[in-house]
């Protein structure tokens, strides 16, 4: 959809020629943009309420700078670029405002988006040793628009840890349950919890930790009702997930 019929669109809108509801699922239709290298959405905050998001491993710093340069020129002013090693954040376009999050792993381009209401997502790890993976999620919901708690280091090994959070748990919209191990943190939080809850496996653990596989099963197989499972180390995944589902009165 180009500029000239988008304006079609609006005239005809003002004009009542065409109803609010069937402008707005053309514009959700509108297409992509072929840069060469990439196919970039313009329209897909439109379609489903979070823009574009650069997938960074993979990419070299020549293919990374293009598409956000375009996405910025485009008006996109939150742009999260995941997977993204220290190396090519060195040289990602200085005259883009950029920062980025080492431990996560994480690029932005821009400024968060502000929460669009007070509820907020409970992220939880059973250990230190998963916060990489935490904070890729908690800074994801973060970028997206959503309010973040963080309760790090409160596993099943300890579990009173855990227990002197229960207001936290109890008043969150969202749970992030992350652990590696045998990941049992994810079905003592979904038996605490009126909320729902992702879990997600981390790579964290001894030799039949299996790369996370034996947490990820585990997680799986989970006897408390209402846990949801993302893949082996998908902190990027549980963050966009808890803010979708945290914005859904937002939306509406």
Not at 46 to 54: D, N, P, T, Y
Not at 102 to 122: D, F, M, N, T
Not at 163 to 170: S, Y
Request: contains cysteine.
């Amino acid at each position: 959809m180009e500029n000239k019929d988008i304006k079609e669109l609006i005239t005809g809108v003002a004009e009542g020629s065409v109803s609010v509801e069937d402008a707005l699922l053309e514009l959700k239709k509108a297409p992509f943009e072929e840069i060469g290298i990439a196919s970039l959405d313009h329209h897909r905050a439109i379609r489903q309420g979070a823009a574009e998001v650069v997938y960074g491993a993979g990419k070299t710093p020549e293919q990374i700078n293009p598409i956000i340069r375009n996405l910025w020129e485009r008006g996109q002013r939150t742009i999260l670029i995941t997977r993204l090693s220290p190396e090519k954040a060195d040289k990602i376009d200085p005259s883009l405002p950029f920062t980025y999050y080492e431990e996560a792993r994480l690029g932005l381009v821009g400024e968060k988006q502000k929460p669009k209401h007070s509820g907020y997502i409970l992220v939880a790890t059973g250990g230190t040793s998963d916060i990489p993976v935490a904070e890729e999620a908690a800074l994801t919901a973060e970028i997206m628009g959503n309010n973040v708690k963080r309760i790090y280091d409160v596993g099943v090994a300890g579990l009173h840890r855990l227990l002197a959070h229960m207001d936290d748990i109890m008043n969150a919209r969202v749970i992030i349950a992350i652990a590696g191990m045998e990941g049992a943190l994810a079905s003592v939080i979904g038996g605490l919890a009126s909320c729902p809850v992702i879990a997600v496996p981390t790579s964290v653990g001894y030799g039949t930790a299996l790369g996370g596989v034996t947490a990820l099963l585990s997680m799986l197989n989970s006897c408390a009702s209402g846990v949801s499972v993302v893949n082996i180390d998908n902190g990027f995944g549980a963050g966009y997930l808890a803010g979708q589902i945290n914005n859904m009165e937002a939306a509406e």
